[in-house]
């Protein structure tokens, strides 16, 4: 019952914080998004009658949708997309009569949507897409009367139709319903005047394909890997905007014929693909011609048997792909800042300004293919934001799960001028986080995933948020409003109280303590060599008095702030929170105990400080981040199937000595992507060993003894789960932590997403033979084999049974092996291709699945080739 006081008290203190309209709260959460919270959604949210915005997107929450939100009068936009989030639609959410957005993507939902919800008058988009929702598709959603977008990708409807209602629909751009167990007939689409993209793949559809003419809006059409039957629509080449027709692993029959792409309207920049493999078509109608600017594909169709004859031996071959995605701008130096840079449009006269980088995506874009929509994107986003069509530039943009389309920008000020003002950075920054940009029918809608300021902008105080709150409130009302446990809500509370006494930390300010004489006398006695002390004043001037702009990261043990030191070292300071300072005696001893840790694949420590009732530890700065960073895509640039070897080859190195060679030897017992850190060559290196347990002494025969604890310490989804259930830590913990850690090397998912798990998902297509589709398709083209003996090592170290997995000498020697295999491998390489996860592999799991694997035609001892496209 406190819990719920201290959150209520919290939430409602949201709306009195200063700058915001006094007895007004519009906005929950803009500060929340991506921040990693956990916990539930508190039910008394439901009490901010005036809430516009709830924004927590992002996160780790978990729990049910508490009914309560269905009766916030004035909200506009709920965002709760990638989450945990489970449990039924409350029916109550019928209730939101001015809610434009649902955004619930990427969650565990479950069961009906509610036909209430039928009743919405608002309603935009609806996107719940990546579910599990299941039921019958609601008959009444032809009744919302502004529905522009319905997005319900990869739920389980099995057994259901789709309902001839939706055809009714007469203000829908996007229907998207892909792998949702859907049966019968498709419904006829032809009454909706603007409809722009359909996607129905992956289902059970039976029956022919509607021959009513579309829209001259459609851009998409995807009908693939259903059971359709008879031929393929004459309709569908009277499509000017056609982008992407996908009819491909059905069962049609009939000809093809080069009026397919005669009445599309071709620019520079257009393209269209024509995907009709494995169906039945006989016959070929006319001569076979397309422009340039077509890709047809016939591979799987009986005519492609006499291939030769027909002259098509071009379209019936598999389909290698050509694309190439960002664009780049000509060299240009300005002077020696290198914060300055040439703006694209003003070359080559290389006028240079900072710019502000923006990571933005589109979540449902009507369209398969951007580059023809670049000129149009630019203007309407220029046009938003209130710029000039030249201070906009789209650095690079990527295709993503979903289809969601991510990009990254650099605005630039006007021209003569090098860097914004602050009014104009908050005013950009406004217009992209409080969705002050006009939704556009082609592109969707978008969110903000980024607003970094570096170089001159760095130390502005440009913090934006729309109602001007600063981020020690917002961060106390994220705590409070997700607190589920007795020590959330009372840091809360600790929070709150500092910033009404007007608490700011300085050099000057001490934190009350009753154990600072005993840390100043001891701290005295101490000298640790090779490990530098430093005072709370050097530290506090390595950060710029811990400012914001200098935090590079945040975990359990507090934040991780970059910091430079008076010669000029960069290093990484990690500051305890007050829930995590130790004894002065147990500090010194961790402190000395890392001091001994010298290896070139675990970080290492400089120094420490401990005063001001301050405890921090110094370390050398990892320049290129975590490997978490790269794998899920915050960084664009992606790694090599050899850069990930080379993590995962040194990452086993770090620990190894640990286990073996360290005085005293250690288990480091939270072992995840995080932790393994990369310096500026892309060395990985082992870090965070505040979980770490001394390793028992060796038995006469040398095996190592497990350690029984009294407490399980660990991540969940990396954590062993013998160690889970017996409490018995051993050396084999470690390998199993890090196994986890190779498969997502391979694969790029999460240890735990969406309830799915990384090894049982990976298990399950290694035993079906389709272990290929698995993997990363940011990692570019890869030898097979060598990729199929790390799966096995893998999927060996996260065996169930502590016995089974190797230790972590087989582990290093084996990925030692697999990197000589790697380095005399072809080096020729491949265009990806999306349509490869499909395909089943050649790869064959044989007797046990966490054996080596035999890879039909092939030799384990080479991996020379095949060199293998990803997904």
Known sequence: MQNNVIAVRVV???????????????????????????GSIPKEIGNIKSLELLLLNGNQLSGTLPDELGYLPNLDRIQIDENQISGPLPKSFANLNKTKHFHMNNNSISGQIPPELSRLPSLVHFLLDNNNLSGHLPEEF????????????????????????YGN???LLKLSLRNCSLQGQIPDLSRIPELGYIDLSWNQLTGTIPENKLSNNITTIDLS??????????????????????????????????????????????????????????????VLRPPASVTLMLQGNPVCANANQLNITQFCGPHTGDEKQGNSTPECHCATDLFLEHIPAFYPSCFCAAPLRVGYRLKSPGISDFPPYLNSFHAYLSSGLGLILYQLSIDSFIWEEGPRLRMYLKIFPPRNVSKFNASEIRRIRRMFSGWNIEDNNIFGPYELLNFTLLGPYSTDMVE???????????????LGAVAASVTLSAIVSIIILRMRSGYHHGVSQKRAGGLSYLKKSSKAEMRIEGVKGFTFTEMSAATNNFDNSTQVGQGGYGKVYKGILTDGTVVAIKRAQEGSLQGSKEFYTEIELLSRLHHRNLVSLIGYCDEEDEQMLVYEFMSNGTLHDHLSGKIIEPLSFSMRLRIALGSAKGI????????????????????????????????DFGLSRLAPVLEADGTVPGYVST???????????????????????????????????????RPISHGKNIVREVNAAYQSGTVFSVIDDRMGSYPSECVGRFMSLALRCCHDETDARPS????????????????????AETHPRKSDATKPSSMKATGHPYLSMDVSGSNLDSCILPTIAPR
């Open 464 to 478: 934006s948020n729309n109602s001007g709150l600063k981020k020690g409130v917002v961060v106390g009302i994220v």
């Open 169 to 171: 629909m007469t203000k």
């Open 142 to 165: 032809f009744m919302l009367p502004n529905l522009l977008i319905l997005q319900l990708d990869n739920n389980n409807f099995s057994g259901t139709s789709i309902p001839t209602s």
């Open 808 to 827: 972590m000498v087989e582990v290093m020697r084996e990925l030692d092996l697999i990197m000589q295999m790697t380095l005399e491998a072809d080096p």
């Open 225 to 286: 890997n259903n059971n359709l039957t008879g031929l393929i629509p004459a309709n569908f080449s009277d499509l000017p905007l056609l982008q992407k027709l996908s009819l491909n692993n059905n069962s049609l029959n009939g000809s093809v014929s080069s009026l397919s792409w005669e009445k599309v309207i071709f620019n520079a920049t257009a393209r269209l693909i024509l995907d009709f493999e494995n169906n039945f078509i006989s016959n070929i109608s006319g």
């Open 656 to 687: 190894l000595y640990l286990h073996t060679e360290a005085d005293p030897p250690l288990f480091h017992r939270d072992i995840k992507a995080t932790n393994i850190l990369l310096d500026s060559k892309f060395t990985a290196k082992v870090a």
């Open 12 to 38: 409602k203190r949201f709306c009195y914080v200063p700058e915001v309209k006094k007895g007004s709260c519009k906005i929950l959460g803009r500060s929340f998004m991506w921040n990693q919270l956990g």
């Open 711 to 749: 407490v399980v310490k660990g991540t969940p989804g990396y954590l062993d789960p013998e160690y889970f259930l017996t409490h018995k830590l051993t050396d084999k913990s470690d390998v199993y932590s890090l196994g986890i850690v190779f498969l997502e090397l391979l694969t790029g998912m």
